[in-house]
């Protein structure tokens, strides 16, 4: 999954890719900031896993959304600063967990295992 920040500023998941891109994609863990207060954190319970990231949500800084990727399906969940960034979905086997923080950009944890 490659996710691209637009010259105007948007933020896009490719679906498809084609030889020609011109705009950037965004590389993961890559901001020289606190990866323990960016990348996603996660509790398996059962068939359920509880994914957070334990980042400070202000007015001016805080965690955009948290994407879940299973690989042939994606589950985006959006913040507003002051709300908790956390959220439970199914556990797969080979899904990846995403944050993105407005200030420090994308972050990405390891495969979540059982
Ligand atoms: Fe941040």
């Known amino acids: ?22 705009n950037k994609e965004i590389s993961c863990n890559s901001v020289d900031a606190s990866f323990e207060k960016h990348v996603p954190q996660y509790e398996v319970k059962d068939q359920k896993v509880e994914v957070f990231v334990n980042h400070v949500m202000e007015e001016d800084h805080y965690i955009e959304w948290i ?23 199914e556990w797969r086997e080979g899904m990846i967990a995403y944050s993105y923080c407005n200030k420090h950009g994308l972050w990405k944890c390891d495969e979540i295992l059982k």
């Open 1 to 22: 999954m490659k996710i691209i920040r637009c010259n105007s500023g948007n933020i896009m998941m490719v679906l498809k890719e084609v030889e020609d891109v011109s």
């Open 67 to 89: 994407l879940v990727d299973y690989g042939n399906e994606q589950i985006i969940k959006h913040f507003v600063p002051f709300e908790d960034p956390r959220m439970i979905v």
